[in-house]
């Protein structure tokens, strides 16, 4: 993987594309996309850049998670999408971003917490914010990629575990990303006792299953096909009294239909997501 961002000019001078409030039945829930935007293939990225815009117009989640972002890819959404406030992991190279609806979410305090052993620019990214009264915490991470990488990428999980769990009790934690994990790691690793795989909590649908899936998805050319779960969502819902505390309520797979130039939005489906909270 080259681990220098190539320079892709993207055109930034299209109008921002139109985006709808939430309905009343729906203003107090969290809708949630993550998604490995795959900004290192400059191959129609252009295209590909405003496809994920208009999953954007067309879901107006209130948060985004984003990995394998370059700079001229944040500088066209920025263009596109100036409702939502981006904070970025990284400036050089590729790295993550976190994306929030700036009507609907506050932004506390961001910070960036460095895996010691990577050896792919990888890392934390934390945002703490209010939606509406409630507290959140939100990370996202593009974790060690490749199979023989195992050892770092359950390194950088039990970290990630860490700070999930030491998050205050009035809190929701939402971590989501391209994890590059397979089951048996996670397994090994093991999930707190509060933390839920949110494909699982919601009855791993079948159809949600595989976000890396190159039986379906043709931008990448491989001798064999390869399915997995990659990326993953994990919830940790806040357990103090009196605090609602946020469920998953919906999840669906986007980014499954090919642009006009014949390629997807990505390698990977994008995550979406919604939370809702019960007391």
Known sequence: MDQNAPQTCIDVTEESPSSTQPTEEDDHKLSFITWNVDGLDTEDLPERARGFCSFLSI???????????????????????????????????????IMLKKSRVKLLEENIVPYPTTQMMRNLLVAQVTFKEHKLCLMTSHMESCKANAVERMKQLRLVMQRVTEAPDDVTVLFGGDTNLRDTEVAEVGLPSNVC???????????????WDTKTNTNKTFRFVCRFRFDRIYLRPASKEGVPRFLPDHMALIGLEKLDCGRFT?????????FVPEL
């Open 266 to 274: 990505s390698d990977h489906w994008g995550i979406y997501c919604s």
């Open 59 to 97: 879901y107006n989640p209130d948060v985004v998670f984003l990995q394998e972002l370059i700079s001229p890819y944040v500088q066209y959404i920025k263009r596109r999408a100036d409702d939502y406030l981006i904070i970025k992991g990284g400036e050089e190279g590729y790295f993550t971003g």
């Open 197 to 211: 795989d949110v494909w699982e909590h919601l009855g791993k649908q079948e159809h949600c299953r595989y976000t």
